[in-house]
């Protein structure tokens, strides 16, 4: 739904430290000055580990994170939970 809006993505990688895996932002796109991050799960279980982490080593320039799942509208501090059917509109 993002690349159908001609709107140009980027994924994102950094080392967890004290271990070989990493966090993954799955999408950023960006808005004006600052990016929006979106972590996409079809089952919408899961920790949003990667997502939250990412949001706070780039606090100043993220200006919303999203958790895009099957699961209801929710917020859990500073990451907005939303249906994936969502996504046109948080766009």
Do not use: R
């Not at 271990?19 to 949003?48: C, L, Q």
């Not at 993220?62 to 958790?67: G, I, N, Q, R």
């Amino acid at each position: 739904m993002i690349a159908a809006a001609n709107i140009e993505l980027y994924y994102h990688t950094c080392e967890k430290k004290g271990s070989t895996h990493y966090y993954e932002v799955a999408f950023s796109v960006s808005e004006g000055s600052k990016i929006n991050v979106f972590e996409v799960k079809a089952s919408g279980k899961g920790k949003h580990e990667s997502i939250t982490e990412f949001s706070k080593k780039y606090s100043k320039n993220v200006s919303k994170a999203y958790w895009l799942s099957q699961k209801d509208v929710g917020k859990e501090e500073a990451l907005f939970l939303k249906p994936i059917y969502l996504t046109p509109f948080l766009l």
